[in-house]
């Protein structure tokens, strides 16, 4: 997050305060947000604020000139916007830190805010600024209680979270109004040209690349830019679209949850385009803000479902997913909880003593499909990844490609495949190798493909550190494979 300093009080750097609330209301207009209709995501993410945090009121607002208006509220019926001054949110986005009021009839600002001296009663407030990538903060997320309280430092900091989730959000509708303006801009000029065939011809090319462009970059923010280096374990994923034209729907992450463990997912979005896009984001963000409050796989899931239930954007759109958390051993390797939401097995590989490799199916049976009930159940399982063993992740369009006589892989193809890898099993290897499989099937065009891989390195592995290795096709192009290779000693 850009370091900003607050805006000054109005004293004899006045001007400058001016010029610097000038540039903040630019940011503003330029996201084009203000009295726009309601908004599903938004409200989401009110309603996830008011559940992690357990209070009556929690709301999305943008700090205009002389008002604050709220995007999404929760708690809060009938409330559009309230005068800026004196504003609990005007002062919250003066910082850019988490703002904590534990008592506000303590407080000399805040005792004065109609929200406080009104009917409502507020006692406590808490605010994270919503911060662009330049620096500019356009409103705060907000959670409010009618007694005191206090706000631990955990608290504050999936306050913020939740507060990047609104940004990420503003940005991508900003990509979109972007992407619309320049197609209507493309009709007029198409219709003032419509005799010039040959222009139009070109034209019609031009947009096609603006669009696998597009789809392009809205699919590197779904996805992280590179793995993680997590001490002791090797990671490898590879990522491809089925068509440069359309946003995919499959999705990944490995991030830390405290405490030296780590947490990874991988899924699959009912659907693909701008639609299932927006469900990868909610999706994603879900789960990375869920595991920080509770990092059990079977519980982000629960928090997934009800998230996806809540959001009346989301329609009939649901997703399967695998949740693990690694937890490392004190004899090397790690404790794997794997929970799964109606997604096909995970693999475990592991040298068997005639120098094979054993390949088994990590299945938790029960897990139902995410978001598509209310009442759905989630499944979990434990194993151990010990030295020298691997686990593999996939999405179906690796089990539903088919061979060059017509069968898809399936499971069995797949398992085939799997105990032909050679020992110790390495993360980077398999993934290489699954790569090179799906490279010789002629029909991988029809669904996305993600994997994901983590081994544990024997002691003799590597010396020199833990590898990470990812395979992007999230490219312009979206059919060429890009290696990077982060180094971590």
Not at 101 to 108: R, V
Not at 178 to 183: F, K
């Amino acid at each position: 997050m850009p370091e900003q300093a607050s805006p000054p009080a109005i004293t004899a750097n006045a001007p400058a305060a001016a010029s610097a609330e000038a540039a903040r209301m630019a940011a503003v207009r330029r996201y084009d947000i203000l009295d726009t209709p309601p908004d599903g995501a938004y409200d989401r993410v009110a309603a996830l604020a008011a559940r992690l945090f357990e209070v009556p009121v929690a709301t999305v607002t943008i700090v205009d000139e002389d008002r604050i208006w709220f995007k999404a509220t929760h708690g809060l019926e009938g409330v559009t916007e309230i005068g800026r001054d004196p504003g609990l949110c005007a002062s919250a986005v003066l910082t850019d830190d988490t703002t904590v009021i534990p008592d506000t009839l303590l407080d000399p600002v805040a005792c004065s805010n109609p929200l406080v001296a009104g009917p409502l009663g507020v006692r406590f407030y808490a605010a994270a600024p919503i911060i662009t990538a330049d620096g500019y903060r356009l409103g705060t997320v907000n959670v409010l209680d009618t007694r005191p309280r206090e706000l631990s430092e955990g608290d504050a900091a999936t306050l913020a979270d939740l507060a990047a989730v609104v940004r990420d959000q503003l940005e991508l509708r900003l990509s979109t109004l972007h992407v619309v303006r320049a197609e209507q801009e493309r009709r007029k000029v198409e219709e003032d040209r419509r005799q010039a065939e040959a222009e139009a011809r070109r034209r019609a090319e031009r947009d096609k690349e603006a669009i696998a462009t597009f789809a392009s970059t809205l699919q590197r923010t779904l996805v992280p830019p590179a793995l993680p280096a997590v001490p002791g374990l090797e990671l490898a994923c590879h990522y491809k679209t089925a068509s440069p034209q359309e946003v995919g729907g499959d999705f990944y992450d490995v991030f830390p949850v405290g405490g030296g463990r780590w947490a990874f997912f991988l899924g699959d979005v009912c659907g693909k385009g701008a639609e299932a896009a927006s469900v990868t984001s909610l999706t994603r963000y879900t789960l990375r803000a869920a595991a920080l409050v509770d990092a059990d796989p079977t519980a982000a899931l629960k928090a997934l479902n009800t998230a996806l239930l809540l959001d009346a954007a989301v329609g009939t759109r649901f997703c399967t997913a695998v949740f693990g958390l690694l937890d490392p051993a004190q004899d090397g390797g790690f404790t794997v909880t794997l929970a799964t939401g109606g997604h096909p097995p995970a693999y475990h590989l592991s040298p068997a003593e005639n120098g094979t490799v054993r390949v088994e199916a990590v299945r938790a049976e029960g897990g139902m499909l995410v978001g598509a009930f209310a009442e759905a159940a989630f499944a979990s399982r434990t194993l151990r990844l010990a030295p020298g063993e691997g686990l593999l992740l996939y999405t179906d369009g690796l089990t539903e490609a088919r061979t060059a006589d017509g069968h898809m892989l399936a499971d069995t193809g797949l398992t085939d495949f799997l105990a032909q890898r050679p020992t110790p099993v390495s993360a980077g290897t398999l993934i290489k190798d699954t790569v090179a499989l799906l490279d010789t099937l002629p029909d991988t065009e029809r669904d996305d493909v993600a994997l994901l891989a983590l081994s544990v390195p024997s002691a003799d592995a590597a010396p020199a550190g833990i590898t990470t290795t990812a395979h992007s096709a999230a490219a312009p192009t979206a059919d060429v494979s890009v290696g990077q290779e982060n180094r971590r000693p």
